[in-house]
């Protein structure tokens, strides 16, 4: 009976190896057929991206159209973006809903694709990037996770800025194609807004809030909530032209830049400028000079590998 015994379990003993050996091939077989789907679907994902954005590359660039390395650009240029399979669908969803616009890629930094490639994600450190959402306390960038609604920074807390609409805030900038013009000082808390001038608003200083930019004879508090040709005039609290070279002048009134209470004519490309204001039209004030703004940055940055 003890042989009998001892043979059954032996028996018993294989059969329970066998069936884990089993569990154990079947889970591997699962997680192999898991990894594959996941390549397979990143694969897809860089071909469908790189299709449609290499045809603003030529346009825009007059770079190759079949551009062989645009999906190991795409990946070095947003890795934490491409592993995630909602921020995938959510990218090729938005791409193709403003891809019919006539402005598309010339106009491609304007556009309100958060959920894709965006170099300003991979500076937080990803795909190894920290796990605090929006709001929680922070002492640096690398801690936050990022976002598909906007850009992350640690800013005493974890904060997403997102694109702006209409009496969002508070808002910290104001955006013109490739020119972003940001507010002095910081917004707290777990959300900020940028203002698209495309949409029509401005990012007003004094209520930091997007709005439409007030008309010549608005009521207005800082020239920075007025249309580009006007200032807020001191002495009415109203939205005025801004003045001509040779008329007296304060900081801020002129059309170009104020100099020992004069009007002198706005600023041409390389000229010295305290901000975009006293530029000419189609420039801006970068690093003290008037100079032309990039082309079309945010595109270059999808098109081009950048050393």
């Known amino acids: 009976m003890k042989l009998r015994s001892s043979r059954g379990r032996a028996l018993l003993g294989l059969v329970v190896a066998a069936i884990v050996v089993a569990c154990g091939s079947e889970e591997e077989e699962k997680r192999e057929a898991a990894a594959k789907a996941e390549a397979e679907a990143k694969e897809a994902f860089l071909s469908d991206y790189c299709e449609i954005i290499s045809e603003c590359c030529n346009r825009v660039l007059t770079l190759p159209k079949d551009d062989p390395t645009c999906k190991q650009r795409v990946v070095r240029l947003d890795p934490y973006m491409v ?18 616009l006539s402005d ?6 304007n556009l309100d694709v958060p959920a894709c490639p965006d170099a300003r994600r991979k500076a937080l450190g990803a795909p190894a990037a920290g796990a605090k959402k929006p709001g929680d306390a922070c002492a640096a960038d690398v801690e936050c996770a990022p976002s598909f609604e906007g850009v992350v920074a640690c800013k005493g807390v974890c904060q997403v800025t997102k694109r702006g609409g209409e009496g969002d805030g508070p808002c910290v900038a104001t955006v ?17 807004f940028v203002c698209f001038l495309r949409d029509e608003l401005v990012c007003d200083p004094a209520e930091k809030k997007c709005i439409k930019p007030i008309e010549i004879g608005g009521a207005c508090s800082d020239s920075g909530a007025c249309v580009r040709t006007a200032f807020c005039d001191a002495s009415t609290a109203k939205c005025a032209t801004r003045k001509a070279s040779g008329n007296s002048c304060k900081e801020g009134e002129c059309q170009g830049d104020c100099v020992d209470g004069f009007c002198t004519a706005p600023v041409a490309e390389g000229g ?30 999808v098109c081009v590998e950048k050393s």
């Open 272 to 301: 010295s400028c305290p901000d975009d204001a006293v530029c000419a039209d189609g420039l801006a004030c970068a690093a003290g000079k008037c100079t032309k703004p990039p082309a079309n940055v945010r595109l270059e940055a």
């Open 176 to 192: 013109d194609g490739d020119v972003e013009t940001r507010l002095d000082g910081e917004a707290s808390g777990a959300e900020a």
């Open 104 to 109: 598309f890629c010339t106009d491609f930094g």
């Open 83 to 100: 592993d995630d399979a909602q921020a995938r669908t959510d990218c090729l969803a938005q791409l193709r809903r403003v891809t019919a």
